[in-house]
């Protein structure tokens, strides 16, 4: 295809829809990008996972551990508002801080002001874990986009702003 240095899996693909649906020829360009889009996702997400692992974490834990940090002190929150952050169901929400909870990296605590609500808090050995791991994780984003200049990395952001935005209003 033009513009790319090589042929890569999507461009065979696109090839081959193109000899059997030339009627389609005009708007595979879409199909490119999304079948690209699809496996850059792929291929770095298993590269993002790796660190989490590497910390004894799954990118759902990740998640909750981060939530909880980027928080700020006390680094708690109560279930529901973690789940609304997280974009989980109450039942998700639990089932991943129960498995902290079992290690230690999560507390749940009673709330001061009204003893009938909680709040799932880091406990010093979760702040340990997902500092840890999240800069690691920043180290490896930064790798896995270093392929880009500067300029081409404000250009794709600004591009992939834009084709989230419909699907967030």
């Given amino acids: 295809m033009a513009g790319t240095e090589h042929q890569d899996p999507v461009d065979r693909l696109v090839g081959q829809w193109a000899e059997q649906r030339p009627d389609l020829t005009d708007q595979l360009g879409a199909m490119a990008t999304f079948g690209r889009l699809g496996r850059l996702h792929a291929l770095s997400g298993r590269a ?9 974490l799954n990118v759902g834990e990740f998640d909750v551990l981060a939530a909880l940090r980027r928080e700020g002190e006390p680094f708690a929150l109560t279930p529901s508002a973690l789940a609304r952050t997280l974009m989980l169901s109450p039942a998700g929400m639990t089932n991943r801080v129960d498995r902290l909870v079992d290690r230690r990296l999560v507390e749940r605590r009673a709330d001061p002001d009204d003893r009938r609500s909680l ?30 200049s500067a300029n081409e990395r404000s250009t794709l952001d600004r591009i992939v702003r834009k084709l989230v935005a419909p699907f967030e209003s």
């Fill in 48 to 56: 993002i996972e790796q660190v989490f692992e590497d910390h004894g």
């Fill in 119 to 148: 709040f799932v808090a880091l406990t010093r050995a979760g702040r340990e874990v997902v500092d840890a791991a999240v800069s690691e994780h920043v180290a490896n984003e930064e790798r896995l986009l270093s392929v880009l």
